[in-house]
């Protein structure tokens, strides 16, 4: 899943830098994503990788659909962020589709790509896929994440 587009220094900065703020104002995203680690952002795409711990779980013992949701949100804002903005926008809409799963110790892969970010509205697609011995990835979930981006 790893993008043609090269990260860029200047996007990868500011992305951490942004996530750094944003990870210190929203204590679910502490909780759900404090190990999450940022592989690559240029413009219009951020990737990033999480082990998947026991407080990703569900009673099942497989990754919880609220946590696909919640990077759905993260990837998608990350995304809109490498257009410079220190602001992402409201969520209007978000929807997440669950294909298969994940267990404890599997790594995620995450790719969040702004599909048009406009005046008012941005439009953002999220993959996770689960990393496989192989090096492939099998999709876990797809989302879409629409937000009200008007500054």
């Given at each position: ?31 759900l994503l404090s190990d999450i680690s940022l592989v690559s952002a240029s413009k219009g795409v951020v990737t990033a990788r999480l ?18 949701a919640c990077l759905t949100d993260w990837a998608g804002g990350l995304a809109i962020a490498t257009y410079g903005r220190e602001k ?64």
């Open positions: 899943m790893a993008s043609s587009t090269e990260s860029t220094t200047d996007e990868r900065l500011h992305i951490q830098k942004y996530w750094a703020n944003m990870r210190r104002n929203s204590p679910i995203y502490e909780f082990n998947v711990k026991p407080c990703h779980l569900n009673s099942k013992g497989t990754l919880h659909g609220t946590v696909s992402t926008g409201v969520s209007t809409d978000i929807h997440t589709t669950f294909i298969s799963t994940a267990k404890e110790g599997d790594v995620l892969e995450i790719e969040g790509r702004a599909d048009k970010v406009g005046g008012t509205l941005a439009f953002t697609s999220v993959e996770i896929r689960k990393i496989e011995e192989d090096g492939a990835g099998s999709l876990v979930s797809m989302g879409s994440h629409t937000k009200y981006v008007k500054q």
